[in-house]
């Protein structure tokens, strides 16, 4: 069965400066790896997402991520950020091929100082 | 219009009584998927439905049962409330053949 770990609950960070929200999986097979961004009282929704190819993938809102599969790790990316990225970020793992079980990290709220 | 909704959005209600959380999707996804979300534990799948006769347990089914009504309605009973099922609940669909999930606002819900 496969796993996620996010090991940050909290990270503050002022706006306009870079941040990055780590993710590493456990899977001993080809996975799927997601990062879900949840806005105050919202629901969650899709950032960005790696099936396969080019490791580097982009997201909406200036958002990117990196698959290292020698170092089980998808972590999200952002050059700089605003005030309006505030939110709770999840990253999730499948398996691949066919339907799998999507897994979700524990979240990693995001907290921009004006 | 929302493409998948909720309702209600927010329910209190006494331990031992029975409610229905209901999702409603006009996205025309065969797959429609009941999780929980509590503090520190991110969402756990409580149940999912392939189509209108294929449902499945997930991680966390007991104390819970769903239906499916029909392609786009897809309802989550709890039986009998208690004080550990109070927490933010969303239903989520996705089509055939694709990973990405789509998620509801969410119902919050508090068992005294």
């Known amino acids: 069965a496969q796993s996620v770990t996010q090991l940050d609950s909290q990270v503050p960070v002022f706006e306009e400066a870079p941040v990055e929200l780590r993710c590493n999986y456990s899977s001993s097979v080809s996975v799927y790896l997601f990062w879900y961004v949840q806005y105050p009282n919202q629901g969650l929704q899709l950032l960005l997402k790696?099936?396969?190819?080019?490791?580097l993938v982009k997201g909406i809102n200036g958002f990117e991520a990196e698959f290292n599969k020698s170092q089980t790790s998808f972590h999200l990316r952002k050059p700089s950020v605003h005030i309006s990225d505030t939110a709770e970020y999840f990253c999730a793992v499948s398996l691949s091929g066919g339907y799998q079980k999507v897994t979700f990290g524990t979240g990693t709220k995001l907290q921009v100082i004006p | 219009d929302a493409d998948v909704t909720q309702t209600p959005r927010n329910r209190i209600t006494k331990t031992g009584k029975r409610i229905m959380l209901e999702c409603s999707q006009t996205k025309g996804h065969d797959r429609m998927y009941w999780y929980r979300q509590d503090p520190g534990l991110g969402l756990r799948l409580i149940y999912y439905?392939?189509?209108?006769?294929?449902?499945n347990k997930g991680e966390i089914s007991d104390g819970y049962s769903v239906s499916r009504q029909a392609q786009a309605k897809f309802s989550l009973s709890l039986e009998s409330a208690i004080p550990n099922q109070t927490a933010l609940y969303f239903c989520?669909?996705?089509?055939?053949?694709?990973?990405?999930?789509?998620f509801g606002p969410g119902t919050r819900l508090l068992v005294l």
């Open positions: 790696y099936l396969s190819g080019s490791t």
């Open positions: 989520a669909t996705s089509p055939r053949g694709q990973e990405t999930q789509y």
């Open positions: 439905s392939f189509d209108v006769k294929d449902i």
